[in-house]
């Protein structure tokens, strides 16, 4: 292995391993957010540090993931692209569904007149909104992924064939 392999080696496992300390100490945080939640009788301060704390869960798998791909980890293979592609879009259809629910509710007075109503509302939208946006990213890096897999199949069949399906050439 050469010295520069060796370095680069070492830094995607440095970093590997940063990542790895990093999702340990979401989870540990959460559990405290946890502690606070059960410790107070507020339900909005309950909500808040009960979804603060699943956001850190949330950032502890985002890092284990990142170590998985410093490690060598493939993203998605055309057969699980296929297989979840129309789930995805389902799942797309029913954030969007949510989305146009929650600014209905936004609008009606008895959630106007109501400041955690609103707060909470809004929380959802925001979420929502993330999620539908989230949703749709994937789902197009999908599409590009099978349209380039289509892509890359068709110059390996036709690229270097002498006659490109004609008699003859």
């Known amino acids: 292995m050469s010295e520069l392999a060796l370095q680069d080696f070492e830094a995607r496992r440095r970093l ?11 989870l540990e945080y959460a559990e405290k957010l946890r502690a606070t939640s059960e410790r107070s009788q507020n339900p909005v301060v309950k909500l808040i540090m009960d979804a603060v704390s699943q956001d850190s869960i949330k950032h502890s798998k985002i890092y284990e993931t990142m170590a998985s791909i410093i490690q060598g980890a493939g993203l998605i293979d055309q057969a699980e692209s296929s297989a979840v592609l129309n789930d995805i879009e389902s799942h797309i259809k029913m954030e969007k569904e949510s989305i146009d629910e929650l600014e209905k ?26 999620h539908h946006a989230l949703l749709t990213q994937i789902y197009n890096a999908i599409i590009k992924n099978i349209t380039l897999s289509e892509q890359e199949i068709w110059d390996a069949v036709w690229r270097d064939a002498t006659y490109h399906g004609t008699p003859g050439g």
Do not use: H, V
């Open 16 to 26: 590997a391993e940063y990542f790895k300390n990093e999702s340990k100490r979401e």
């Open 105 to 130: 509710l936004k609008n009606d007075n008895m959630i106007k007149s109501d400041p955690a109503l609103t707060f909470l509302i809004d929380m959802l939208l925001r979420d929502e909104s993330f």
